[in-house]
C-alpha cells in the first residue's frame, strides 16, 4: 500500500490534539482553583475547569468522590457538600491526566472591590505598621491578587494570572491593606480562616464595575462601553495618548536648561546655583510666584551632615510631590517616581552622604495644575537615630515651561470593562460577601452615584447567584482643606449616597470621616478602616447581635420653636462629644435655605440644635464638607456619626 503522507499526518494531528488523554486535552482548572486556596464553609462550593468533551472528571476531596462528564464545550462543574471549618486539606482531580491541589482551608472568602483605598498595600502603609509587618505570620489569612484586566465585548472566564499567597512578612507586603486588617480582626475573633481575594483597581468609577445587564438602566454608560467594543477605536485611543504623552515628555527633556550642559548639569554638585531664586518649602510654586506654570523646576538645599550619620544607609523623604520627581544627592540619582499619589521614601547608600556639605536636587516635572510639595508630609533625611529637617529654604530655577499636557483617556475607567475582565471569572467561587471602598473618581455626580451604587450591589448579587450576601463599604473620608463657613459639598453628596444605600438589604457601612488626611486622597490609616468594616461583618454577615457595629446614624428631627430635636440610631452606650467641650460642624438654617454654624448638645440621647439668629428653623446638615475636621459625635463605643442633612427632599 502506497503511504499516504498526509492522512499520517491528519492521524498525527487527530491523537495529539483531539484525542483524550492526550496533552492538549488535559484537564485545566481557573486561576482560583490552586494551591492555598481558601473554599468558603456551609456552602455548596463549586469546582470547575475544561477538559476534553465527554470526558469523565473525579474529584477527591475530604473522603468524599465526586463526578462528571464534560459536556459539549469542554466545561465541567463539580459541587462539594457544605463542609465546616477546616484544612488544611488536598484534593485530588482524576481525569486524562491528575492534578493535586495542596493547603487548602475551608473558611470564609471575602471579595476586596473598589479603587485605591482598596488597592493600597501594606508596603505603601510600611512607615505606620511597620511592626506589623515584620512580625506577620498567620498561614490562615490568604490573599489572592487579580490582575487588572478589562474587556468590553464578552465577560472573561477566567484570570491571566495570580495565585494564593498566606500572611508571612514577605508576601503580606502585597495584601490590600484594608482587606488585611478587615480580615485580621475577623480571625482573631471568630478563628476561621480568611481568604480574600483583591479584584480592585486605582481610580476607577463605579460603572467600570457594572454588567452590561445592570448598565441597561444607565444608557449613557452603556452607550459608552458599546463604543468601546470597537477595538480599532480603543487601539487609537491608546496610540494617541502615548504618541501625545512621549510628544509632550520627549520635548519637556529637550528644553530643559538643566540638562542643556552635559558637563554641567544642573543636579552636578558643584554647579554654582547662587543666583537662583529661594523658597520656603514644602509649597506649591504657584503659591509662591511661579504662576501658571507647567513643566520642569529644578530645587537644590545644601545639607550640613555630622560625621555620625554618614557610613551607614540612609533614608531620604520627601513627602509627597506633583506630579513626578526625580531625586540627587551629591550628583548621584537616588530614585523617581512617575505620578503624584505614592509618599517619596528613598534609600540612600551608605557610602553616599559625606561629613558637612551636601547638595540634595529635586527636579519636578508638572504637566496640568498645581506642582510643588504637599504639605504637612514629612519632608527629613534619616540616618540610625538622627534626622535632618529638610523644610525651608530651598533654591530653585525653571528648567523649561510648557503648555498643559491634555488628560489620558484611561481606557480601563471605562463602563463594563473592568466587570468584563475582573468580576466575571469570580463568579463561580462561592464567597461569604464583599468589601467596597470606592467612590473618590464619582464625586462629580453624587445624585447618579445614589442609584448607580445600589445598581452595583444587586448586580453582583444576581450574577453571584448567591441570595443577599453581605455588602459593606467605607464611607468615603474626610479630605481637602477644611472651609471656616458651612458650603456645598460634592464629597458631602457621595457620603449621603452611600449613606443612603444602607436601605438595601444586608449591608454595612464603616464611616471613615476622622481618619482621613487634608492632603492625601490616601490615608495611611488603613487599620480603623478594616477594624469597622470588622464590626460591621460581626453584625450583618455574622449574626453578632450585641456588637455595636455603627456610629450614630441620622434617623429623624423634630422642630420645636427655634430648635431642632435630632434622633440617632446605632447610639450604643450613648451619644458623647469625642474629646468634650462642644459639639461642632452641625449648621442650621431657615426658611432662607442659607445655612449657618448653630450651637449644639447632647440631651437624652438626642442632639439639640438651634441658633438664636434664626426663629424658625427649617433643617439641620452635620459634618456636610469636604473635609469636616474635628467633627464630634460619637457613641460611647469611639464610633463616630455619620455626616447627613435633613433637607434632602
Known sequence: MKF????????LYLYVFIVPGTAFCKVRLPRLISDGMVLQRDANVKIWGWATPDEKITVYFNDKKYSTTTGKCGKWVITLFPMETGGPYNMEINASNKIRIKDILIGDVWVCSGQSNMVIPMYRVEDLYGDEIANAENPFIRHFFVPERYDFNVPKK????????????????????????????????????????????????????????????????????HKFRDSAY??????????????????????????????????????????????????????????????????????????????????????????????????KFIGTI??????????????????????????IVNNIGKGGFVKDKPYKLIAGEETIDLKGQWKYKLGVEMEPLQGTNFVQYKPLGLY??????????????????QGESDTYRPFEYKKLFPALINDWRQKWNQGDFPFLFVQLQNFMEAKDEPLESNWAGLREAQLKTLSVSNTGMAVAIDIGEWNDIHPLNKEDVGK????????????????????PIYKCMKIKGNKIIVTFTNTGGGLIVKGGGKLKYFAI??????????????????VIVWNDNIGSPVAVRYAWADNPEGANLYNKEGLPASPFRTDDE
Not at 343 to 362: E, F, M, Q, S
Not at 428 to 436: A, L
Not at 592 to 597: E, L, P, Q, V
Open 4 to 11: 499516504n503522507t498526509r492522512v499520517f499526518y491528519l492521524v
Open 158 to 225: 477566567d484570570l491571566e494570572s495570580g495565585e494564593w499567597k498566606l500572611v508571612n512578612p514577605e508576601n503580606i507586603l502585597k495584601f490590600t491593606a484594608t482587606g488585611y486588617f478587615f480580615a485580621k480582626t475577623l480571625y482573631e475573633k471568630y478563628q476561621v480562616p480568611i481568604g480574600l481575594i483583591n479584584a480592585s483597581v486605582g481610580g476607577t468609577p463605579i460603572d467600570a464595575w457594572l454588567s452590561e445587564d445592570a448598565l441597561k438602566e444607565f444608557p449613557a454608560s452603556l452607550e459608552v462601553a
Open 234 to 331: 480603543v487601539n487609537k485611543i491608546i496610540r494617541e495618548d502615548k504618541t501625545r504623552n512621549n510628544k509632550w515628555y520627549n520635548k519637556l527633556k529637550q528644553l530643559d536648561r538643566g540638562f542643556a550642559n552635559p558637563e554641567k548639569t544642573w543636579f552636578d554638585p558643584t554647579y554654582d546655583a547662587s543666583e537662583w531664586h529661594t523658597m520656603q518649602l514644602p509649597a506649591y510654586w504657584e503659591d509662591e510666584g511661579l504662576e501658571d506654570v507647567d513643566g520642569v523646576v529644578w530645587f537644590r538645599k545644601e545639607v550640613d551632615v555630622p560625621a555620625s550619620m554618614t557610613g551607614k544607609p540612609a533614608r531620604l523623604f520627601m513627602g509627597r510631590i506633583v506630579d513626578s520627581d526625580s531625586v540627587y544627592i551629591n550628583g
Open 338 to 363: 512617575s505620578y503624584q499619589y505614592p509618599p517619596r521614601k528613598y534609600d540612600v547608600p551608605k557610602d553616599l552622604l559625606k561629613a558637612g556639605k551636601n547638595i540634595i536636587v529635586v527636579r
Open 420 to 437: 468584563n475582565g475582573m468580576i466575571a471569572p469570580l463568579l463561580n467561587y462561592k464567597i461569604k460577601g464583599v468589601i467596597w471602598y
Open 532 to 551: 469597622r468594616l470588622a464590626l460591621a461583618a460581626q453584625k450583618v454577615a455574622y449574626g453578632d447581635e450585641d456588637v455595636i457595629y455603627s456610629g
Open 589 to 606: 438654617c431657615g426658611p432662607d435655605r442659607k445655612f449657618i454654624w448653630a450651637n449644639a448638645k447632647i440631651e437624652d440621647n438626642k
